[in-house]
């Protein structure tokens, strides 16, 4: 005579070990405070109002050319620096490059004033400056991410700064497409929509408002819990998710004065890719720029997709320019510290026997 367990098709048998683990890790996340950012060793060397310049020095330099990262206002810059084993930043400075790191701060109500002009020229060709006379380098490689990237194609295309290689990551070119649901952009671009009462009202947009919106408009902003749960049992994915979700929620507040621009320059009115764009008196022409020039997305991105950044490919004047697609979402690839890579691969023999200057 025969016995039957009856079930045992239908209930698999626990991992009590991988369970264990995944059910202690989701305890951690809702019990213990978010985790420490440790910064890739580090010294500041310049500073204006809330924005800081900061100098990673290689580990052991094998490049000439030092790179100056510049990341999005929107957000806090370090998930350019997340930690080791994940940060871009840290990628950089073992693969031999000397890295220098815009950290433009959270604005407070009394800088409401500060437009995309103070912030290209006043700020950030002025810490250019500075990194270039630090270095002690004729020339200097500039890396953008997001709106980071977007910003330093606007300012390689108006400025004399010996700029040797232009590196953009998820960057928005053409404003005239996006994630924005198309009836916001129908609005702002025929003008039935406008964020000036609402930016005129809170003078700095608060960092709570620009999470919302992030969230909002991206999955990204969400922090999905059920890959963590799914994958809760893998402790180093999950020390990655807390750092994601800690910087999610961790918004930079923006200026009234920038804000406006940005949505009616950029998004209305598409000035970057018609070029009618000034900045500081001088006219925004992506084709002043001429230097070797690398592009890429990503194909999982839900912030910035990959038609937006293309168009930029034929807008320049550089004859050594590359566009690539990689697999990976918009934040997934800083997180992995994969952008070292990526970036690594295309600037190394592009980053030697730069002339030196006395520091």
């Not at 991988?18 to 500073?47: A, D, G, S």
């Not at 910003?151 to 108006?158: P, R």
């Amino acid at each position: 005579m025969s016995t039957k367990v009856l079930g045992t098709n239908f209930f698999p048998l626990l991992n009590i070990e991988k369970e264990t683990k995944r059910w202690n890790n989701l305890y951690k996340i809702m019990t213990e405070h978010k985790p420490e950012i440790v910064p890739t060793p580090r010294q500041r060397i310049w500073k204006k109002n809330k924005t800081t310049l900061w100098y990673h020095p290689a580990k052991d330099k094998k490049h000439d050319v030092p790179i100056f990262l510049v990341y999005s206002l929107l957000n806090k810059v370090y998930i350019l620096d997340v930690g080791e084993g994940s940060s871009v930043v840290g990628g950089l400075t073992e693969r031999g490059y000397d890295v220098y790191l815009l950290d433009w701060g959270s604005p407070g109500l009394e800088d409401s004033d500060i437009t995309l002009d103070n912030y290209i020229i006043d700020y950030m060709e002025n810490a250019l400056k500075r990194a270039l006379r630090h270095s002690g380098a004729k020339e200097i490689s500039l890396a953008g991410y997001c709106l980071g990237g977007t910003i330093a194609a606007i300012l390689a295309s108006i400025t004399k700064l010996p700029i040797r290689n232009l590196t953009l990551a998820a960057v928005p070119i053409d404003f005239s497409i996006g994630i924005v649901p198309d009836k916001w952009l129908e609005g702002l671009q025929k003008g039935s929509l406008s964020f000036d009462q609402f930016t005129d009202a809170h003078e700095t947009i608060p960092s709570e408002f620009l999470y919302l919106m992030f969230r909002v408009l991206s999955p990204v902003y969400g922090s999905p819990k059920i890959n963590l749960i799914t994958r809760a049992h893998d402790e180093e994915y999950v020390e990655k998710w807390r750092r994601m979700d800690k910087w999610t929620k961790d918004t930079a507040s923006f200026t009234g004065a920038a804000f406006k621009q940005m949505f009616n320059d950029l998004y209305k009115d598409n000035k970057l890719l018609k070029g009618d764009l000034m900045i500081g008196g001088r006219k925004v022409d992506l084709k002043n720029i001429t230097c070797p020039l690398f592009v890429f997305s990503c194909s999982r991105d839900t912030l910035v997709l990959d038609k937006q950044s293309l168009p930029v490919m034929d807008l320049v004047s550089s004859e050594d320019k590359t566009y690539e697609v990689y697999e990976g979402g918009h934040v997934s690839l800083a997180l992995t510290g994969v952008f070292a890579e990526i970036w690594d691969k295309w600037l190394s023999s592009r980053s030697l026997d730069a002339e030196k200057e006395p520091v």
